[in-house]
């Protein structure tokens, strides 16, 4: 791969941290019932709370494609830590999915009576599915990846 495409992707990976940082430091803000909120009351809302605690696997998947990134920037994509890279990847995809449905099922028992959380369920939905493709996609890479670290290996023992 070529140079320019690796750093073409780095520099898309940090587009989307700072876009999604900003968006969960803005959003709060915007939000319907925080007009009349100070600061520390729209901030430690639980809900506010658990969607940035729930935000850590994802920044830490970011910082892992990052890292893969330069692997492969550097030809060092057939090694073990390409793998666990992946591995760590695919985890944290996994951890995404079921803190968005948590989040999804908390929403919609909580806001049943005075709300219609469809829009919410909806974006749960579309970003679990996502989820789980990343999480597949990462495992499918991973083995076929780990299974190249074995050959290589092999190879490297017999000559």
């Known amino acids: 791969m070529k140079k320019g495409s690796t750093i073409f992707l780095k520099i898309v990976l940090c587009l989307m941290a700072v876009g999604a940082l900003a968006g969960m430091i803005r959003f709060p803000l915007t939000e319907g019932r925080a007009i009349n909120l100070d600061l520390f009351s729209i901030y430690s809302d639980p ?3 658990f969607a ?6 994802f920044f830490v998947a970011l ?3 990052f890292k893969l990134l330069g692997h492969i920037g550097r030809n060092e994509v057939f090694s073990l830590s390409s793998v666990k890279t992946l591995s760590i990847i ?3 995809a996994i951890i995404l999915s079921i803190l968005i449905v948590i989040a999804v099922v908390y929403i919609r028992i909580q806001h049943n009576k005075d709300d219609d959380p469809a ?3 909806a974006m749960g939905i579309f970003t679990t599915i996502t989820s789980i493709v990343i999480a597949t ?3 499918i890479f991973e083995k076929l990846l780990q299974r190249a670290v074995d050959i290589k ?6 000559v």
């Open 119 to 121: 829009g919410f369920i």
């Open 137 to 139: 996609a990462a495992a």
């Open 63 to 65: 910082y892992q494609a």
């Open 47 to 49: 809900f506010i709370l």
């Open 90 to 92: 695919k985890y944290c």
């Open 153 to 158: 290996s092999e190879n490297d023992l017999t």
């Open 52 to 57: 940035y605690v729930a935000s850590i696997p």
